[in-house]
């Protein structure tokens, strides 16, 4: 019987934790034509909630919709090319008349799509043979536009979008949005800082130009529910106290909590009660298991980014770090040091920023420094 506490992407409406006003709210949206900013920071499940929205059948049999994770692109090639194979693979199970369609449109890398024995279509383009990216994406949004269905299009981690080094981007994407009407969007981003400045900032194209959707954490009552009701129907119990204490140590971040409670649901025999004396061994044994990785990690940061980093998880919730009292607290440099230090750290994802707080992003990380006595008392 399947652990109920998936820690891999979303697998289904059954393992899927309640969410019902976001995903009402999020559905509403779109079948009224909205594009939505959807942020919150990472690891609270707003991909999931894409998927679950995604999995409605009203949107499965009315809507193509195209999930788009653009977090290991580096450039408008990467971003072309992480878009066109998801389209690609999304329309593939839909139909020969569906991807052919897609295919005739996509004229400026048609040669490069390779085809099985079975006639299948593969998005065999590799990365750096999109030799003009601006003219292929015109082809992908032309696609969009003509589809036999309308289509949703969520983009995940856009606002990876910033780090391009290419001012034009951003308005070249807002027009396309803009001109597409057979197409809405979801821009997905997990740092609060860059998708306010995209989406708030009067100065910047999409200003003004996408319906904002900030998603919380769950609440601890609905998650409390769900994690008796998964265990009970897998004749186990759990004592709700555990959900608590989770709740509370991870700072009510959904991935977390639930790769302990992975842990412990199959840690519980069948016709035992999972109790909070089991919590901080399930802990330790995840934290044991990327113990070399955090090792190896801590290594390679560069001494002043190891030291904002090590200061930053002491604190917790870290905030005015560039001010005299951090610096002088952790014997760092000096404020402009910091703020060097700081985004690099940031850009690796090694801390998160929300509204002006600074948290090492990883809390197994800050578990892993804690056992090791590497932060300062």
Same mark, same amino acid.
């Given at each position: 019987m399947r652990n109920p506490f998936v820690t891999n992407g979303y697998a289904g409406a059954e393992y899927f934790c309640d969410r019902v006003e976001e995903t009402g709210d999020l559905r509403s949206l779109l079948t009224n034509e909205h594009n939505v900013a959807l942020?919150?920071?990472?690891?609270?499940?707003?991909?999931?909630?894409?998927?679950? =929205?995604?999995?409605?059948?009203?949107? $499965?049999?009315?809507?193509?919709?195209? !999930?788009?994770? &653009?977090?290991?692109?580096? @450039?408008? #090639? /990467?971003?072309? @090319?992480?878009?066109?194979?998801?389209?690609?693979?999304?329309l593939k199970p839909k139909g020969r008349a569906a991807w052919e369609k897609f295919l005739g449109a996509i004229s400026s890398i048609r040669p490069e799509i390779s085809f099985d024995i079975n006639g299948q279509? #593969?998005?065999?383009?590799?990365?750096?043979?999109?030799?003009?990216?601006?003219?292929?994406?015109?082809? &992908?949004?032309?696609?969009?536009? #003509?589809? /036999?269905?309308?289509?949703?299009?969520?983009?995940?981690?856009?606002?990876?979008?910033?780090?391009?080094?290419?001012?034009?981007?951003?308005?070249a994407i807002r027009t396309y949005v803009q001109q597409t009407t057979n197409a809405h969007f979801i821009f997905s981003g997990s740092h609060r800082h860059l998708m306010d400045g995209i989406f708030t900032s009067p100065s910047r194209p999409f200003y003004q130009g996408v319906t904002i959707m900030n998603l919380k954490p769950l609440s601890l009552q609905k998650y409390t529910e769900f994690a008796i009701e998964k265990f009970s129907e897998r004749g186990k119990s759990i004592d709700p106290d555990v959900?608590?204490?989770?709740?509370?140590?991870? +700072?009510?971040?959904?991935?977390?909590?639930?790769?302990?409670?992975? =842990?412990?649901?199959?840690?519980?025999?069948?016709?035992? $009660?999972?109790?909070?004396?089991?919590? +901080?061994?399930?802990? /330790?044994f995840i934290v044991r298991l990327s113990s070399d990785t955090y090792e190896s990690l801590l290594y390679q940061m560069p001494v002043k980014q190891r030291d904002v980093f090590l200061a930053i998880a002491s604190e917790r919730n870290a905030?005015?770090? #560039?001010?005299?009292?951090? =610096?002088?607290?952790?014997?760092? !440099?000096?404020?402009?040091?910091v703020s060097s230090a700081v985004k690099g750290?940031?850009?690796?994802?090694?801390?998160? @920023?929300?509204l002006g707080s600074y948290s090492v992003y990883d809390k197994f990380f800050l578990l892993w420094l804690e056992n090791r006595g590497m932060l300062h008392r």
């Open positions: 942020i919150s920071p990472r690891r609270l499940g707003k991909t999931e909630l894409i998927s679950h =929205v995604f999995d409605c059948e009203e949107f $499965k049999e009315s809507y193509y919709c195209f !999930l788009v994770d &653009i977090y290991a692109s580096k @450039n408008l #090639s /990467d971003f072309v @090319n992480i878009l066109g194979k998801s389209v690609l693979d999304t279509p #593969s998005w065999s383009v590799g990365l750096g043979e999109i030799r003009n990216p601006a003219a292929t994406l015109d082809e &992908i949004f032309s696609y969009l536009q #003509s589809a /036999d269905r309308p289509c949703i299009v969520a983009i995940d981690e856009f606002q990876q979008i910033t780090k391009y080094g290419d001012a034009t981007i951003e308005a959900v608590g204490i989770l709740y509370s140590r991870f +700072d009510a971040v959904t991935s977390y909590i639930h790769r302990v409670l992975n =842990v412990l649901f199959s840690r519980t025999d069948t016709g035992e $009660k999972c109790s909070t004396d089991m919590i +901080d061994e399930a802990i /330790d905030r005015e770090i #560039s001010g005299s009292r951090f =610096v002088k607290k952790y014997g760092l !440099l000096s404020s402009s040091s750290l940031l850009d690796k994802d090694f801390i998160t @920023n929300d």
